[in-house]
């Protein structure tokens, strides 16, 4: 990797990530959550998808989504999928279709209007997670990324898009992990307090 960015020592790069944190666009974050709830209200699937370390945030949020909830409301589950997860499915579009198409062909099984489309791309710019994006938008499901750098081409094609402000792929992948775990946070403590309030009598 040769970006052009240095980072001599460990105080160099913190003071870089909290830099780039306090310029992170906090509404944006909250609209991101109202859409998740709404999405679970409405008993809508999200579907997550990225590549590399995106992949793995990707599944790490589909996780917290799907299991992390599971004790806010009685019997209704958060309806979530990672695309990533299928590898025979991955490897089999990959290698009779193309890489680009990976995404894209799973949601064509599955997507419906209304359901969310949750596109995670540091650049903005991974032709498969466009792809994704696209199919999305024309089954009639919200779209929602977040990236870095300038957000690139998955911009356009998101609803709602929230973009860390840095050109450095570690700080950018750092804090859509916060992202994620913010938007978590969110979402529980607002399903955890509907479920308390419908447990109290009166």
Known sequence: MNDGIEILDAKQY?????????????????????????????????????????AAL??????????????????KRFRVLSLTDNLPTLTAWANDCSYEDVFSEQLRNFVQPHDVAFAISGSGNSTNVLNALQVAREAGA??????GFHGGAMKSLCDLCVIVPSNNMQVIEDLHLAIAHSLFRIVYTRMSRRTMTASCPG
């Open 14 to 54: 913190f003071e870089e990530l909290q830099r780039v944190m306090v310029s992170l666009p906090k509404d944006g974050i909250d609209q991101i959550a109202d859409t998740l709830v709404r999405a679970y209200d409405a008993g809508r699937t999200v579907y997550l998808c990225g590549n590399g370390g995106s």
């Open 142 to 147: 919200t779209t929602v990324g977040i990236s």
């Open 58 to 75: 990707a599944s790490h949020f589909a996780c917290d989504l799907g299991k992390g909830t599971a004790y806010c409301n009685g019997g």
